[in-house]
């Protein structure tokens, strides 16, 4: 089945997936993808691959098996099998038997932290906030 692009609803809530094939029960909601399999979820920067992906949209949850990289910004996952729960923003990652699950999390430089806990809109030492202060 081929969906034309322009009835695709532009969102960044929208939830893409690719893979070589896809199947859909509608009673369930069960949506199960397999064969290079790419999800791309734009609202939280995140981009999965695997061999297999179900995504149980009554329950908001995606679990990707086989293979897993799963990136979001510099972070970096990689694992045989991978839940991830949208509404909660959640993550568990498996390893296969007897091997381990890899991840790399790349943190903000520390005058970017620093310069973003700066603008709080707080009063910033020696700033002149006017109005009459008496002891």
Do not use: H
Not at 27 to 38: D, L, W
Not at 81 to 102: C, D, M, R
Not at 108 to 116: K, L, N, R, T, W
């Amino acid at each position: 089945m081929s969906i034309p692009q322009l009835a695709i609803a532009q969102s960044d809530r929208a939830l893409t997936v690719v893979a070589d094939s896809q199947s859909a029960n509608t009673n369930t909601g069960v949506i199960v993808a397999e064969g290079n399999v790419t999800i791309r979820y734009p609202a939280e920067q995140v981009v999965g691959q695997s061999q297999k992906a179900t995504y149980y949209t009554q329950e908001q949850r995606i679990v990707m098996e086989g293979n897993v990289d799963v990136v979001q910004g510099d972070n970096r996952l990689q694992a045989a099998t991978v839940t991830y729960l949208l509404e909660k923003n959640t993550i568990e990652a498996l390893p296969t038997a007897g091997g381990q699950v890899e991840s790399v999390y790349v943190f903000p430089a520390e005058d970017e932290s620093v310069a973003g806990a700066a603008d709080d809109g707080g009063v910033q030492e020696g700033e002149d906030v006017g109005g009459d202060v008496t002891p």
